[in-house]
């Protein structure tokens, strides 16, 4: 039996990272980009993101079939303790857990570095995506009408949000995902990964 492996992504791992995004780009409005970044460009956000936030990947066979990763969920400094998800997965592993394997771990890791609140954005209508929050205990916190513009129409984004913290008076210090300890990593992408199986692609 096949087993999925997650890992902390590296920059070398644009390319593979790559082949998952690209057809979201260039074939649907999940992502709202217009191109496709170029492997350069990928490698300088994972390095970039990596250094703060886990940017997590999902092998098979050492192939990249999934990604996910935090970034700041609004910039202003009274607002560090929140984050934003994004997770991708390649279409043709679809509904076997990988999105779920992704969030959790990137969940439990973010609980370790004090953020307190999540978010998630889906372009609608969504049926997986929309199904991956609400299975995870997310809510709809809010919806933007019409707020992009892609492949000849307009698309609503409802915003999903879930509370990771206690919103401990005064907040503890915000940990950068560099700075947790290996063996904790470890362990998490060893348990997540272990959440999905394959029996044949």
């Known amino acids: 039996m096949k087993q999925a492996k997650l890992r902390l992504a590296r920059p070398a791992d644009a390319e593979g990272v790559l082949k998952v995004y690209a057809p979201y780009i260039k074939e649907t409005a999940i992502s709202f980009e217009y191109d496709v970044p170029t492997p350069d460009e990928l490698a300088g956000k994972i390095e970039s993101i990596g250094g703060r936030y886990p940017f997590l990947v999902c092998e098979l066979e050492g192939e990249i079939i999934g990604f996910a990763y935090a970034s700041a969920h609004m910039t202003r400094s009274a607002c560090m303790w929140n984050a934003e998800l994004l997770v991708y997965i390649d279409e043709r592993y679809l509904r076997r857990g990988i999105g779920h394997s992704l ?82 990593i470890t362990e998490i992408l060893k348990k997540n990964g272990k959440m999905v199986r394959f029996s044949g692609r």
């Open 103 to 184: 969030y959790s771990a990137l969940m439990e890791m973010l609980r370790l570095q004090n953020i307190q609140n999540v978010y998630g954005a889906v372009t609608i209508p969504n049926e997986s995506s929309e199904w991956l929050h609400k299975s995870m205990g997310f809510d709809v916190v809010g919806t933007y009408r019409k707020a992009a513009f892609k492949l000849g129409r307009w698309h609503d984004v409802v915003w999903y949000g879930k509370q990771l913290g206690s919103y401990i008076t005064p907040p503890r210090t915000l940990i950068p995902i560099a700075e947790i300890d290996d063996d904790q």
